[in-house]
């Protein structure tokens, strides 16, 4: 298959501005430093840039010794990056926080239905009662299946599983293959009904991260592999001429939005590209991208944090000029997936 084409040399150098420019944030021990975090940790496997694990380290311990906040499903992210921490420095503390995080998901963490998870931020408050939200998969979904798989346990696959297939029932879009940003299981509807860039790409990278980690002999496999398969298909049909996707994904006069499309073409090279077509999405993905990062290692144009809104003008006029945690790490995680596995 054709490769992709870019200069390893300037990928790593602009890997290594927003790096710097993420850690230069003041992160609170929330669900933006997770995202962002779990790009670093991206990062750091891609380059083997030992610096990137020290910032880690030196981070998340000092916040350790400061205090951390009370659970909640969004709050559980931080997960990730002490699940990375333990396997890159073998350091058990690190991994009996992420079973503390993991255990409150199995236990205490609100839930609906089939086992759904509730959405929860801040201190676990439920503002949100029996609501599903797309972000669950990639906040503790994924955090439960690569628990379950680095400690052979199956509570904890099974139960991101369960999360899995939970909100492909609630949020998938049977007529085009698209998920929903949330599902209001009390009023019965998906709320707005809108296809948000972000959100898809929280459901196509988690997929095609645990199709990674999952048996295929697994029931849940083929499953998700054809919820990915019909979503992905779906999604590059959709791409803009410039290689992003727009925040409303099937309103091409909205904006286009950056870490929605970092995701997603993270995705499509996660789940092997192995198609023209999805080759040639990758490559116009990582040139729109590339031109998305400033000097400092800003990543630009990402969306505010995003509630499922009440209409879709909610959507359209959500601001894109700050920097963002989510941002940084999704951007962080695309390049990274270019530098380690290039498609060729």
Same mark, same amino acid.
């Given at each position: 298959?054709? *490769?992709?084409?870019?200069?390893? +040399? ?6 290594? $501005? ?14 933006? @430093? ?11 496997? @891609?380059? +083997? ?7 880690? +380290? ?11 906040? *009370?659970?909640?499903?969004?709050? %559980? ?6 699940? =990375?921490?333990?396997?890159? =420095? ?28 509730? #959405?929860? %931020? ?6 949100? *009662? ?15 299946? $690569? ?19 939970? &909100?492909?029932?609630? /949020?998938?879009?049977?007529? =085009? ?19 948000? !860039? ?29 919820? /990915? ?16 996707? &727009? ?19 993270? @995705?499509?090279?996660?789940?092997? !590209?192995?198609? *023209?077509?999805? #080759? ?8 729109? /991208?590339?031109? +998305? ?6 990543? $630009? ?9 009440? =209409?879709?003008?909610?959507?359209? &006029? ?12 999704? @951007? ?7 530098? !380690? !596995?290039?498609?060729?």
């Amino acid at each position: 298959m054709k *490769p992709l084409d870019f200069n390893e +040399k300037q990928l790593t150098e602009m890997i290594d $501005r927003i790096v710097e420019r993420t850690f230069a944030m003041d992160h609170t021990w929330d669900w933006p @430093a997770g995202v962002a975090f779990y790009g670093v940790g991206a990062a750091y496997r @891609a380059t +083997k840039n030992e610096r990137y694990l020290s910032l880690l +380290k030196e981070w998340i311990d000092e916040y350790i010794e400061f205090g951390l906040p *009370p659970m909640s499903v969004n709050i %559980v992210s931080m997960g990730h990056t002490l699940l =990375t921490l333990y396997q890159e =420095t073998g350091e058990d503390a690190y991994l009996e926080l992420a079973k503390k995080k993991a255990d409150y998901l199995i236990n205490e963490a609100p839930r609906f239905a089939e086992g759904v998870l509730q #959405h929860t %931020v801040g201190g676990g408050v439920s503002v949100f *009662p029996e609501q599903a939200w797309i972000d669950t998969l990639f906040m503790a979904g994924y955090f439960l299946i $690569r628990m379950g798989q680095e400690l052979d346990n199956d509570v904890y696959m099974q139960d991101g599983l369960r999360q899995f297939h939970g &909100h492909e029932k609630y /949020l998938q879009d049977p007529n =085009t293959n698209l998920y929903f940003h949330g599902w209001d299981h009390l009023q019965q509807n998906n709320m707005s009904g809108v296809f948000w !860039a972000r959100g898809n790409a929280w459901a196509a990278y988690t997929m095609a991260a645990i199709l990674r980690i999952i048996d295929v002999q697994e029931p849940s496999f083929m499953e998700i592999h054809g919820s /990915l398969r019909d979503q992905l298909s779906t999604l590059i049909r959709l791409q803009s001429k410039n290689g992003l996707w &727009h925040t409303v994904l099937t309103d091409p006069d909205s904006y286009e939005e950056t870490s929605g499309s970092a995701g997603i073409a993270a @995705a499509l090279i996660l789940s092997g !590209a192995n198609t *023209p077509r999805s #080759h040639k999405a990758v490559q116009r993905a990582l040139d729109g /991208l590339l031109a +998305k990062v400033d000097e400092g290692g800003t990543v $630009r144009d990402v969306s505010t944090g995003t509630a499922v809104m009440n =209409t879709v003008d909610g959507y359209l &006029h959500t601001s894109k000029k700050r920097i963002e945690g989510w941002g940084q790490g999704l @951007a962080l995680a695309f390049f990274s997936a270019v530098l !380690a !596995a290039p498609i060729k």
